[in-house]
């Protein structure tokens, strides 16, 4: 048996074409597939709430967004309070969720409970028990309520502005439009920097990646 001792360099140490070689082998991977499918089930979800059948939504290299709004032309074309009160009617639920609480949990749903409280299912040590979670309903917040993810926020953002800031001119198919397009221009910003060297470079750095001599990462 052989023992081979190799060399092992961070980032900075490496030469010009061993940097290249371990970006290119960055940019090649797979490690934004995590993304991706967390952008998809943002996606998914808010076109589930707003009846929005998607056709094309691209963000990578170009961006593009094409859909169909499964909604009649007099909700299409509310504006102004009409439209913030449809809003607030339709969708306050889907687009707030009561400030949390506290939470407690139970060996199996108590046969009375509290309105506001919300029950999980979950497992420990082989053992079924019920976690549960005590929000408001009457202070609201609207951090992830769609999927949990971050990237909730993303593309709510103009719901939530113009229920802020009183819009008079901007109606329904347009508001939905700025959610989508501004998502998927969000988005396209995000995979551009993630595919950055810049990134590459801050990644590395946190995550204490080593690399060998021609860049190959360890």
Avoid at 42 to 52: E, R, S, V, Y
Avoid at 133 to 151: D, K, M, Q
Wanted: with cysteine.
């Amino acid at each position: 048996m052989q023992l081979i001792v190799t060399p092992v360099y961070e980032l900075n140490e490496l030469s010009h074409e061993a940097k290249n070689k371990a970006f290119s082998d960055f940019f090649n991977s797979n490690q934004y597939e995590y993304e991706i499918y967390d952008i998809y089930q943002t996606l998914n979800a808010f076109c589930d709430i707003f009846d929005i059948d998607i056709k094309e939504f691209n963000f990578t290299d170009t961006i593009s967004v094409y859909y169909d709004i499964i909604i009649g032309h007099d909700i299409l074309e509310m504006k102004g309070k009409r439209l913030i009160s449809y809003l607030w009617n339709n969708y306050k639920n889907d687009l707030f969720k009561g400030k949390y609480l506290n939470s407690k949990s139970f060996e199996a749903i108590p046969q009375t409970k509290h309105k506001y409280q919300y029950f999980k299912e979950a497992k420990r040590n082989k053992k079924t028990f019920f976690w549960c979670t005590y929000r408001s309903n009457i202070n609201l917040e609207n951090e992830a309520v769609l999927t949990g993810c971050y990237y909730d926020s993303s593309i709510l953002e103009p719901i939530y502005k113009i229920l802020k800031e009183y819009d008079p001119q901007t109606q329904f198919y347009e508001l939905i439009d700025n959610c989508l397009y501004s998502f998927a221009k969000s988005m396209h910003e995000d995979y551009q920097y993630f595919h950055s060297f810049e990134n590459f470079e801050h990644i590395s750095e946190i995550n204490e990646y080593q690399y060998t001599e021609n860049g190959k990462l360890i």
